[in-house]
């Protein structure tokens, strides 16, 4: 492992102990414990739905080469989702591409199809993050309009002009590995396809967090604590921690302080990212053989 990959999981090991020493041990603890089950249950079964609307826009990329069975792109898909989530800014996840070339893509069309989901996915999380921008610092505020604007343009030229844009982006020092990748002009339909299922997939992630709030008997808009939990997750990304975590835990606690006490706030955020984080995590961990095998 690198050492500048241990650094950052250092960083994340101190950024949580740092918020465990902000709480009373013993409350938290009995947050954790008096959570409602069949609620948390709940909470799991929304984030398998994300990961299925998330293998489905995956899907409606992949059927302009070809068509794969939802089955059979499921435990690839959650795969390599689990093998991102460890590494710094998801930069790994394009490595789930790899068991493709065994049914007819190549790595080439494969790491675009990726690269439209990245695209997708900043998209929809700027967008849904908007609701929390009024709690943040006016600089703050203004970098990040600026940024979704950029996103947005940019997203908008990519529909257009996509393999000038791709031409540019090789240029990139840090985007080297797209020096081999020819451009594919997508259709419409299956973009616009797979924006909407990506859309969809975020909103069951962020069900994920609302029942895991309802679960310790927090009561937030699910717009507020949507808003607060995507613009927590573009925070994580930023940081390059390894799954965010540190980053994304210590960003909610301060765009929902006050709206219950802390150690109900930071118990329902541990049971939502071990809902979504942890629960994709191991589910692909678990699917990793089945698709090496494969």
């Given amino acids: 492992m ?45 984030a398998l739905t994300a990961l299925a609307f998330k293998t489905l826009r995956w899907k409606a990329l992949l059927s302009e080469k070809r068509e794969i069975k939802f089955g059979e792109l499921f435990p690839i898909q959650v795969a390599g989702i689990a093998t991102s989530n460890f590494s710094p800014g998801k930069m790994l996840e394009p490595v789930k591409v790899v068991p493709l070339k065994q049914r007819g893509i190549n790595y080439s069309f494969g790491l675009l ?14 967008a849904l993050a908007i609701g929390a921008l009024p709690l943040l610092d006016g600089n703050v505020r203004l970098a990040l309009s600026a940024i979704f604007l950029i996103i947005v343009l940019a997203v908008l030229a990519m529909f257009r002009h996509f393999s000038k844009i791709l031409s540019l982006l090789k240029r990139l020092p840090f985007l080297k590995f797209l020096s081999g990748v020819e451009a594919h002009n997508f259709k419409k339909r299956a973009l616009l396809s797979s924006f909407g299922l990506t859309a969809v ?45 540190g980053g994304t835990e ?43 095998k494969n």
């Fill in 113 to 126: 199809t990726v690269f439209w989901e990245r695209a997708f996915d900043l998209l929809v999380l700027f």
């Fill in 2 to 46: 690198k050492l500048s990959n241990l650094a950052l999981a250092a960083v994340s090991i101190l950024l949580i102990a740092f918020l465990l020493s902000t709480v009373d041990i013993p409350q938290l603890a009995r947050t954790l414990s008096g959570a409602s089950l069949p609620l948390v249950v709940a909470a799991l079964l929304s």
């Fill in 250 to 292: 210590a960003a909610m606690l301060f765009l929902l302080k006050g709206a219950a006490p802390k150690e109900a706030l930071l118990g329902a955020i541990v049971i939502g990212r071990a809902s979504s984080l942890g629960f994709s995590s191991l589910l692909g961990f678990a699917m990793l053989p089945k698709v090496r």
């Fill in 201 to 245: 997939a975020w909103i069951f992630d962020a069900l994920v967090m609302q029942l895991s709030f309802m679960s310790v008997g927090i009561s937030i808009s699910f717009t507020t604590l949507a808003s607060a939990y995507f613009a927590s997750i573009l925070i994580g990304v930023v940081s390059f921690l390894p799954g965010g975590i």
